[in-house]
């Protein structure tokens, strides 16, 4: 199996970042996923965490996945890489484009996207898991969005696209709990 590599772009480990991370580990195994641009030792139980950038790596025979990459991950490709590199932040909706920073600075890895709309970080790489088991994009369910009701009688609306599995969509456990408790947003 690949290596899972989450650069983490955020200024902290927010808690969705916890429960997204904890999440990828669960999908791909702790002894596939590396953090880097990251001294948290709360991330050291889900992955390898490096403090270094992937950008100073140069590793060889890596991905980048960008939503703005002009080619799409093919599951015959998929299975030649050996480094998947993801941009660990919180995606803007309409995105931002904030990964297409980190694909000019690792100019040695090639960029590919999942299609052209957004994923949380963990079903980026679950859908990149997928296809590297031979599975193509268009044979992945999925749903557009979710909305999320708050105990406080609103509801937030994750503009992201998710995995449906089993007719429910795959999301990083406890990260509906945690917004349904949020007072602000």
């Given at each position: 199996m690949?290596i899972?590599?989450?650069?983490?772009?955020?200024p902290?480990v927010?808690?969705?970042?916890?429960?997204?991370?904890?999440?990828i580990?669960?999908?791909?195994?702790?002894?596939?996923?590396?953090f880097?641009n990251t001294n948290?030792?709360?991330?050291?139980?889900?992955?390898?965490?490096?403090?270094e950038?992937?950008?100073?790596?140069?590793?060889?025979?890596a991905?980048?996945?960008?939503?703005?990459?002009?080619?799409?991950l093919?599951?015959?490709?998929?299975?030649?890489?050996?480094?998947?590199?993801?941009g660990?932040?919180?995606?803007?909706?309409?995105?931002?484009?904030?990964?297409?920073?980190?694909?000019?600075?690792i100019?040695?890895?090639?960029?590919?996207?999942?299609?052209?709309?957004?994923?949380?970080?963990?079903?980026?790489?679950?859908?990149?898991?997928?296809?590297?088991?031979?599975?193509?994009?268009?044979?992945?369910?999925?749903?557009?969005?979710?909305?999320?009701?708050?105990?406080?009688?609103?509801?937030?609306?994750?503009?992201y696209?998710?995995?449906?599995?089993?007719?429910?969509?795959?999301?990083?456990?406890?990260?509906?709990?945690m917004?349904?408790?949020?007072?602000?947003?």
């Open positions: 690949p899972f590599i989450i650069e983490h772009l955020e902290k927010y808690q969705w970042c916890v429960l997204e991370y904890r999440h580990s669960q999908i791909v195994g702790k002894e596939n996923l590396w880097t948290s030792s709360r991330l050291a139980k889900f992955g390898k965490a490096i403090p950038s992937v950008t100073t790596m140069n590793l060889k025979n991905c980048l996945l960008d939503l703005a990459a002009p080619v799409l093919e599951p015959n490709e998929a299975k030649t890489f050996d480094y998947y590199i993801f660990g932040i919180l995606g803007d909706h309409p995105a931002a484009g904030r990964t297409k920073i980190l694909a000019n600075k100019n040695w890895a090639q960029s590919r996207n999942l299609g052209p709309d957004q994923f949380s970080t963990d079903t980026a790489v679950l859908v990149t898991k997928k296809i590297t088991e031979g599975m193509p994009l268009e044979k992945i369910k999925f749903i557009n969005q979710i909305e999320v009701e708050t105990k406080f009688g609103e509801s937030v609306i994750l503009p696209k998710y995995v449906v599995e089993d007719g429910k969509p795959v999301v990083a456990p406890g990260l509906i709990e917004l349904a408790a949020q007072k602000e947003f």
